[in-house]
């Protein structure tokens, strides 16, 4: 069983910036894709940011040139930075650890509060 714990979040004012942090528990994190999604109230839980294993990245076109996803694999960590933020990014904010091989792992964190408010 892997660990996800996220930190970072919490209330930002447009224009602003956070960083936010996924912490694995598992030896093997460099073989996983991260994934950040986020759940704004009312809608659907959707992707934000994609890196794999290889450090290709991907990101919702909603959040293109603002956000950056990153990985760690020595600190087993992956963040997810933030910038120029808007009202419509407020949401819960999730970390996701995905693995196919032989098998397919999915991991979830409890997730993490970015409000986006004057």
């Known amino acids: 069983q892997v660990q996800l714990v996220e930190s970072g979040g919490g209330l930002v004012q447009p224009g602003g910036s956070l960083r936010l942090s996924c912490a694995a528990s598992?030896?093997?994190?460099?073989?996983?894709?991260m994934n950040w999604y986020r759940q704004a109230p009312g809608k659907q839980r959707e992707l934000v940011a994609v890196?794999?294993?290889?450090?290709?990245?991907n990101y919702a076109d909603s959040v293109k040139g603002r956000f950056t996803v990153s990985r760690d694999n020595a600190e087993k960590t992956v963040y997810l930075q933030m910038n120029s933020l808007k009202s419509e990014d407020t949401a819960v904010y999730y970390c996701?650890?995905?693995?196919?091989?032989?098998?397919?792992?999915?991991?979830w964190g409890q997730g993490t509060q970015v409000t986006v408010s004057s």
């Open positions: 996701n650890a995905h693995l196919t091989t032989t098998y397919t792992a999915d991991y």
């Open positions: 598992t030896s093997m994190f460099s073989f996983y894709t």
């Open positions: 890196i794999n294993s290889g450090g290709s990245r």
